[in-house]
């Protein structure tokens, strides 16, 4: 089944559940609205036979606005295809509904991207952070965190970087 | 040996305590079985045959901090990590030493970010820092003949 025909049969099923479908080289993205996200999903594991999850994970398109995209990497087994489900969130409202009642593997992958990138996941059995400590303050794969924490250091540089770093003496 | 000859039938050798005390400890240290990352492969190498660290007296790689005197920090050290890296340091029993194998562990090496410790001397205080990414056996074994120099030369009061 060619990317073509596909798109068409989703079309047809889900109607204005999908925004817009892009197919780039036979690759098809599905861009879905927040609010019809798990219609979609539930669909395209029930009825297509999406039956794996196989990742999901979070974009930071900063500074454009809807600013993150959720992206759901499906595969189907017996079909042998895959599809990509894309959501926009905006920055002020970083929420979306979870998908772990559909894929129960979605449970990590959510945790990662809320630890990561601070996505809260609506009816998550156990939105905790998966990867840093839980003290961490922040979510570090945000654009607005620098991408280094200390001063490279050089010649000209080196005795003042020196001095501000925190060494052990016991 | 021919230092008996030197000695004739004396049977006696003056030295002061600090130094044949020094000289014991530094040819037989037992480092911690402590692998974090790509350094630990290398490590591993240096203790197994063709390089051959039980030439130094080191061969026993313990799996327990309480029973070794010389942690390798082979690797890099995540932010996530260094709890249980002091946690180990602070189990070992004095005297005990420090090596920093590696870039990551000297420096943060190429890994400049929120998830890595930018140099584990800002964990544990560090007696030899080894070079490279990672680095070679013959690296890591001058490493630790320098710690054996370092060791040789320690007042006895330092472990008070």
């Keep these: 089944m060619g990317a073509n025909e596909l798109t068409q049969a989703l079309r047809e099923a889900l109607g204005d559940g999908i925004a817009d479908v892009v197919v780039f080289r036979d690759e098809v993205t599905l861009n879905v609205p927040r609010e019809r996200v798990i219609e979609v999903l539930t669909h395209l594991r029930d009825v297509q036979q999406f039956d794996m999850l196989t990742d999901e994970t979070c974009v930071d398109y900063y500074p454009r606005e809807p600013r993150f995209g959720i992206l759901y990497q499906l595969y189907s087994i017996p079909r042998n295809i895959r599809v990509r489900v894309k959501v926009m969130l905006s920055e002020y409202d970083p929420t979306l509904p979870t998908a772990v009642g559909l894929y129960r593997n979605a449970n990590w992958l959510e945790r990662e991207i809320y630890d990561l990138f601070g996505i809260r996941f609506e009816g998550h059995p156990d939105l905790r952070r998966i990867l840093l400590p839980p003290d961490w303050q922040g979510h570090p794969l945000r654009k607005e965190v620098p991408v280094t924490v200390e001063e490279n250091a050089f010649t000209f540089n080196r005795e003042r970087v020196d001095a501000e770093k925190p060494y052990a003496t016991e | ?160």
């Design chain 2, 1 to 160: 040996m021919g230092l008996e000859q030197k000695l004739g039938d004396m049977g006696i050798v003056t030295t002061s305590l600090e130094k044949a005390v020094n000289w014991a400890r530094s040819n037989a240290i037992w480092p911690m079985l402590f692998g974090l990352a790509c350094c630990a492969i290398e490590m591993m190498s240096t203790q197994a045959s063709r390089y051959d660290l039980s030439r130094f007296g080191m061969e026993l790689m313990r799996a327990s901090p309480r029973q070794s005197d010389l942690m390798i920090v082979a690797g890099r050290v995540s932010r996530k990590m260094a709890p249980v890296l002091r946690n180990l340091y602070d189990q070992m029993p004095d005297p005990k030493w420090v090596i920093a194998m590696g870039d990551c562990a000297s420096c943060g090496g190429v890994f400049n970010n929120y998830a890595i410790v930018q140099g584990v001397d800002e964990i544990v205080p560090v007696d030899v820092y080894v070079a490279g990414c990672p680095p070679r056996p013959e690296t890591l074994i001058d490493g630790i003949m320098k710690l054996q120099e370092k060791i040789k030369h320690e007042p006895l009061k330092k472990w008070q």
